[in-house]
């Protein structure tokens, strides 16, 4: 099989601008997330991770702080609403949920959509079949 190699582009702007995806664990339950590749986000999480290696050195990040670092960016760079969540969205309310280590849940389903964001649907080429006519003998 041959993949399309058209079919694996990014759509850049559905990334940017944000999509709904339904999160599967949760009934009725959708994110409207940008990707998790958004050069905005990306820049913010590299220099998170050097504030973090240079505040902890050696040791490892506590992960508590790391989810509720981690939360801050997703609300400030990759949310943009939800549904089926009885809290209305709102800018703030994103901030102090995906911030609160209690909430390390809605953290990881917001990346997860975020990931999903950017899949692809890969095609193939169809090849010429393998039952061909047999050559001539030179006759």
């Known amino acids: 099989m041959t993949i399309k190699l058209s079919s694996l582009k990014a759509d850049l702007a559905r990334e940017e601008k944000g999509d709904w995806i339904e999160y599967p664990d949760w009934p009725d339950v959708a994110f409207n997330v940008s990707s998790l590749h958004l050069p905005a ?3 913010a999480r590299d220099l998170l991770l050097q504030r973090m290696a240079k505040k902890h050195g050696r040791k490892s990040v506590p992960r508590e702080e790391m989810t509720a670092e981690f939360g801050k ?3 400030e760079h990759i949310l943009h ?3 089926g969540i009885d809290v209305e969205y709102s800018p703030d309310a994103a901030r ?3 911030s ?4 390390r849940n809605v953290v990881a389903a917001v990346e997860w959509c975020a990931a999903k964001v950017s899949d692809v649907d890969i095609q193939f080429v169809e090849t010429a079949s393998k039952n061909s006519a047999r050559p001539s003998d030179g006759a």
């Open 41 to 43: 986000f990306v820049t």
């Open 96 to 98: 102090d949920i995906l």
């Open 81 to 83: 609403d939800w549904r």
């Open 100 to 103: 609160n280590p209690e909430y």
């Open 73 to 75: 960016l997703y609300a």
